[in-house]
């Protein structure tokens, strides 16, 4: 059973750094999309990054663009989101999500089937 | 950016109701359109994927349809553990975008 697991939350003070990782299990790593999403206390869902299984493209959310940097480690089964200049605004629980493609004719895009439990970023003085 | 707007934002219903959720896109994504069901202090758990097809181990009662901008989600017949917020998803464009949610209550 495939199964995701991220580590490296914690309290940064804003204009702070932080490293998370998602441990992947269960699955073909390399074979897989990866993505981070994010959950803002009190708000819903929001799309942070994506990167191909190759790591050859990354797909970024307009506000953490430049400040952020996912990444992976197929070696290692791994994958990582390099956050930087955090702000008030990035207080949130993080998730890794595996991303599986489907088709509709020719045109493939993806879907999140697979997602770890979260780890939770708060950036305060 | 393409923006997902859902309604309603909350909704209560009774055991063995059907409840559905809309979902509109503010321009046309196929049938790019996932869905998600969340728990809080849970992982967000894939329902449906491609508008309308129904994710592996998802129970029946759930379905999926629409195409364009407008889709909706379905349960046939609502049970206590549909307790949940649920979101829809594009993935038509980058950046990837959410609605803002529907809690689903039992009344």
């Known amino acids: 059973e495939a199964h995701l697991v991220e580590s490296g939350g914690g309290l940064v003070q804003p204009g702070g750094s932080l490293r998370l990782s998602c441990a992947a299990s269960?699955?073909?790593?390399?074979?897989?999309?990866m993505n981070w999403v994010r959950q803002a206390p009190g708000k819903g869902l929001e799309w942070v990054a994506t990167?191909?299984?190759?790591?050859?493209?990354?797909y970024y959310l307009d506000s953490v663009r430049g400040r952020f940097i996912i990444s992976r480690d197929n070696a290692e089964n791994l994958l990582y989101l390099q956050m930087s200049s955090l702000r008030a605004e990035d207080t949130a629980v993080y998730y890794c999500?595996?991303?599986?493609?489907?088709?509709?004719?020719?045109?493939?895009?993806?879907?999140?089937?697979?997602w770890g439990q979260g780890t939770t970023v708060i950036v305060s003085s | 950016d393409i923006q997902m707007t859902q309604s309603p934002s909350s909704l209560s219903a009774s055991v063995g109701d059907r409840v559905t959720i809309t979902c509109r896109a503010s321009q046309t994504i196929d049938k790019y359109l996932n869905w998600y069901q969340w728990k809080p202090g849970k992982a967000p758990k894939l329902l449906i994927y491609g508008a309308s097809s129904l994710q592996s181990g998802v129970p029946p009662r759930c379905s999926g349809s629409g195409s364009g901008t407008d889709f909706t989600l379905t349960i046939s017949s609502l049970q206590p553990e549909d307790l949940a917020t649920y979101y829809c998803q594009q993935t038509y464009s980058f950046p990837y975008t959410f609605g803002g949610g529907t809690k689903v209550e039992i009344k």
């Open positions: 269960g699955l073909t790593f390399n074979n897989n999309y």
């Open positions: 999500a595996r991303g599986i493609p489907y088709c509709i004719g020719s045109t493939c895009r993806l879907a999140m089937d697979v």
């Open positions: 990167m191909e299984k190759d790591g050859s493209e990354q």
